[in-house]
């Protein structure tokens, strides 16, 4: 069985701070010369209270990606996620199809992760993404849910307007 909290965010914090004493942060391809632009909000969206991602993704530049970043520990420091099967994330949105990036501190380039897609309709659902799913990007070593560090909700790799919102994510077992 796992220990420690399951909860990765349930909002019951002042925005943009997560239970874990992390900050959610937006991070855009103008990071690295793209001009994709969007905007980070925390409001009730169909009656819950969500983080929200909106904004426009372009590929223009090379670009292609918004995402919403979230560390699990405050100090950086990886935390061992190998007792969880997965993450679950109560999210809404127009149909798209997103990612979840997950960051472990064996990765060296920012465009490394591990990832997984999902779609966020436009009612308010669970989605369950299962470490045994996620996919390599950019790197070979297989996925050390040990060392996991970051999170992240990815708009990514077309042109189109995002508009994520999240009511809650925690893992599960």
Not at 35 to 40: L, P
Not at 87 to 99: F, K, M, R, S, T
Not at 110 to 132: E, G, K
Request: net charge negative; hydrophobic share 40%.
């Amino acid at each position: 069985m796992a220990s420690g909290s399951p909860v990765i965010d349930d909002l019951s914090h002042p925005h943009p701070q997560s239970p874990r004493g992390t900050h959610w942060q937006l991070v855009s391809d103008q990071v690295m010369g793209g001009v994709s632009a969007g905007e980070m909000t925390r409001e009730t969206v169909d009656g819950r209270v969500a983080l929200r991602m909106r904004g426009e993704v372009s590929l223009e530049n090379n670009g292609g990606f918004l995402q919403l970043a979230l560390d699990l520990n405050p100090d950086g420091a990886p935390m061992d996620a190998s007792g969880w099967k997965g993450i679950e994330l109560q999210v809404l949105g127009a149909g798209e199809a997103y990612n979840l990036h997950l960051r472990t501190e064996d990765m060296t380039r920012p465009w490394q992760s591990y990832r997984a897609d999902f779609i966020a309709n436009p009612d308010w659902h669970t989605v369950r993404l299962d470490f045994a799913d996620f996919e390599a990007h950019r790197l070979e070593a297989p996925l050390d849910l040990s060392k996991l560090r970051r999170i992240g909700l990815v708009a990514i790799g077309r042109a189109f307007d995002a508009d994520l919102a999240v009511s809650g994510g925690r893992f599960y077992a």
